[in-house]
């Protein structure tokens, strides 16, 4: 993610000016504090038969529960075996929001604050300096390493247990920036009905994502139903350590594999070792992962969510630094991948409109 | 594996004047033409209701019931929620033999014959001139980057589906040199059991391998009920290549992550997100897994498969180069691990025998 231009420039990396005058925007402008009650954010809004109940009886609905139907009626052409059920998922704008920036970075900046105590020396040094005195534009200019060396700042030295207890607390209690919700309550309930579902027809429900696997999955369990074993994402170095006697794996400030791009295709080839029968993206970050998934044989699916609704959500595409859709958005239109509308084919995009 | 010498020197690296030796005897005497029937490896050997019957009423099996039954009892302080039951194995010399050598090197010098007509520059090219003239010493003295160009040799180039399908094809017929018998044939029964026992209380088992990741998963679900997605080991980098318009994933000759030894709890980490409550090995290169495992809070089971019988396999341990079991198996004594010994402890070690 944050990390990959060490590999390259991709999407993401370009989008940091836009981030940061996004980021002097909110912060200037103070969070919101509407009280989000704690609720369980990954249940089924209905008990009735329909397995989508937050999905408008559109063509889209239709064109996935007839994959479905298709490919697990034994018998037909179309049936997959449940072995070779293997859908993903990008995590940042498909399963959740990504805007006004990626979650995990302002996991980051919060975090840099927080230790800011026991690292009295990050005063004097750059980026944390800068960061540290909300002075973003100046971490800019510093650069990729600068960045990354922010984001490296808040996992090192943790054990992974510690890392994750970090992130669970953090989502817990930090509030998103202009909805005031927790993080975790901006799951997308449609798509947490649409895993429930692959999975009640035998399919595994992956994680591929360009974000953090160390950030993801903490909560991938709660959130989606999805374990830790099933998220593939951006990851550090680790080393074998010993701690008081007890064996510990902790990072490495280098990074290990940038999942996003043509690496979500290589992540999976390597974690999954089989092609997806379907998958689910938002960006031409997920572009390859979607050519990939849908050029093997048989009966494929791929899907991107379309950011339609300025109002229950965010709508963008082609201009957006964040979860940016250009090309994808073309091949889409020319393969005939389902583009979810999210204004038109979702009934609701939050579990918390319910209440 | 034989590709960590990029990485570090370490038992297996240390193996090769050992290895050529011994291929050179093996070679020169030539193989046995026993006939092997195609018979179905992985199946249980009895219907009773003994979830182990291949193993022998020992304290070992003693303790593997027990340990399981604590860990299944809802209520108990033992308790494991079956989210959590992960067990991994060691696969050379832990679910099926590795004498004279590990099978993954017999595949590479028998695939190097056989792409020799396809590879005219061989003739004249080191290191795959000597290995086509069996001077395997020659192949030796010329260092680990010149074995590691053999083994990559022989899997670039190729698809992933065409590689699974030279594995598969190789494994359905090529005969193991001393025994006769096809590779798939020296699974270990009892481990084959131990595997399908384990998953009946709802663990997820997995290969945690110094083996290359590419030359098991074509056979890890037949042979042991394993599926890709759960066999980790040793692997080159891909990359993401469009072939006559469809996208493919094809290696890149250069070492990804050597899974062995320290190796295997960092690639537990990074593919399982969780420390395993069991663990399986037979030699020092899996004591870093087995101390990360047993080092974990609650109960933990750790075992070695110790090599004892001479007759119905083979006996060995310090002074193996293959499976060299030394400090690990110190450490096994110190800690209590279980020594499974193989002579006393299993009925049968191949479900041939039954026959």
Redesign the interface.
Known sequence: MILQNEIKMTNRTRIFPFLFLAVLLIFNSGCRSNDSKEQPVATSASVNDDPLPSWNETGHKKAIISFVEKITKEGSADFVPV?ER?ATFDNDGTLWSEQPMYFQFIFTFDRIKAMAPLHPEWKNKQPFKAALEGDYKLVMESGADAINALVMAVSQGYT?NEFAQIVKDWLETAKHPTTGKLYTEMVFQPMVELLEYLRANGF?TYIVSGGG?EFM?PFT?KAYGI???Q?IGT?FK???EMQDG??E?VQIPEV?FVNDN?GK??GI??????RPIAAFGNSDGDL?ML??TT?GSGLRFGALVHHTDAEREWAYDRKSPFGHLDKALDEAKAKGWTLIDMKNDWKIVYAFEMN
């Open positions: 072995a293997i992974s595994k696997v999955r369990e374990p830790p074993e998220v990851s680790m080393k074998f007890k064996p794996i290990n043509d295709p290589i080839f390597q974690y999954i070792g089989r390859e050519q990939y050029s």
